[in-house]
């Protein structure tokens, strides 16, 4: 996944957004999992000079240690190094986090869950039809395709767990295994606001 960040959602004062966005940046600087668009929010940590100004902010004062803001300074400068490729843009999904629902950006605490949890991809066969997929993405992965940077990062995911299967078992359960899936996430959601 390619993360995305609105600038906006820097200046906010809210302490949980503030605190969901230090732990955004550790789960992405600790999982190394995500891509990250940072052309748009260069100027939250770097200045016209290029040198790195985010230990000033406030979210790093509070909320990040002086080790962690360490590491996340390493991190930024070796990721504002790289450039997203249009292959990892055309088959990659896109999110950005900020506070503006109407323009699609997700909210930082919801933005963390998705991060962090483990992505599922319903199957019919739960057993046949995973091997495949981890198959096809370990074959691909080492070939000299077209998309082979795309199957390495889903092979890896896979290795690592952050993606595994579930079982729908057949016609028309997809539906209800997707249903119950969306009601869990909705239930956690509630679960965790109240």
Not at 133 to 150: A, F, H, M, N, P
Not at 178 to 186: K, N, S, Y
Request: overall charge neutral; some cysteine.
């Amino acid at each position: 996944m390619i993360i995305s960040f609105n600038p906006n959602v820097f200046q906010s004062q809210d302490p949980e957004i503030q605190l969901a966005l230090a732990d955004i940046l550790t789960a992405l600087m600790n999982a190394n999992l995500h891509l990250i668009d940072i052309k748009n929010i260069d100027t939250i940590f770097y200045n016209e000079k290029r040198e790195y100004i985010f230990d000033s902010n406030v979210i790093s004062t509070i909320y990040l240690s002086l080790n962690a803001r360490r590491v996340l300074k390493e991190f930024l400068n070796k990721k504002s190094q790289q450039n997203l490729t249009t292959l990892q843009k055309q088959h990659l999904s896109y999110i950005v986090i900020g506070i503006d629902v109407d323009n699609k950006e997700i909210h930082p605490a919801d933005a963390y869950r998705l991060i962090t949890e483990r992505s599922k991809i319903i199957v019919e066969n739960g057993i046949n039809d995973w091997k495949f997929l981890k198959g096809i993405c370990q074959k691909y992965s080492s070939g000299r395709t077209k998309r082979q940077s795309i199957y390495k990062l889903l092979n890896q995911a896979i290795q690592n767990e952050n993606i595994e299967s579930d079982n729908c078992g057949g016609v028309g359960e997809i539906t209800k295994i997707t249903q119950r899936w969306i009601e869990v996430t909705v239930t956690e959601i509630f679960f965790n606001i109240s």
